[in-house]
C-alpha cells in the first residue's frame, strides 16, 4: 500500500520560494504534484516518471522544478517567483508500481495525500 505526507506548504509574498516535499512509502510508479484552488478543478502541476523524466504545465514552466529522490522516498517541488495565483493547495500523487508513465488528470492516480497549503500574497 502507497502512502504520501505532503509537508512544507506555508505563506510568501510574490516573488518568494517554497519547497514543498512528499514522502512516500510503498513502490510507485509515475508521482506528481496537483493543486486545486477554491472553486477551482485539481489541475496537474508536475510529474515525474521513476526515471526522473518530468513535465510541467505552462503556467508554472521555468518556475518550478520536481525532483524525485528513490533513495530518500521523497518527491519535491521548488516553486520560485511565486504568484498570487499559485495560491492553492498542493496534492501529491502517484501511479501504482505497474504506472511507470503520467497523465495529465487526476484519475490517472492512485494515490493521494492530505495536501499542504500555498498562500502567495501580492
Known amino acids: 500500500q502507497v502512502q504520501l505526507v505532503e509537508s512544507g506548504g506555508g505563506s510568501v509574498q510574490a516573488g518568494g520560494s517554497l519547497r514543498i516535499s512528499c514522502a512516500f512509502s510503498?513502490?510507485?510508479?509515475?508521482m506528481g504534484w496537483f493543486r486545486q484552488a477554491p472553486g477551482k478543478e485539481r489541475e496537474r502541476v508536475a510529474d515525474?516518471?521513476?526515471?526522473?523524466?518530468?513535465s510541467y504545465a505552462d503556467s508554472v514552466k521555468d518556475r518550478f522544478t520536481i525532483s524525485r529522490d528513490n533513495a530518500k522516498n521523497t518527491l519535491y517541488l521548488q516553486m520560485n517567483n511565486l504568484k498570487p495565483e499559485d495560491t492553492a493547495m498542493y496534492y501529491c500523487?502517484?501511479?501504482?508500481?505497474?504506472?511507470?508513465?503520467?497523465?495529465?488528470?487526476?484519475?490517472?492516480?492512485?494515490?493521494w495525500g492530505q495536501g499542504t497549503q500555498v498562500t502567495v500574497s501580492s
Open positions: 500523487a502517484a501511479r501504482g508500481s505497474g504506472g511507470y508513465y503520467c497523465g495529465l488528470f487526476p484519475n490517472t492516480y492512485n494515490y
Open positions: 510503498g513502490s510507485t510508479g509515475c
Open positions: 515525474s516518471t521513476p526515471a526522473g523524466t518530468t
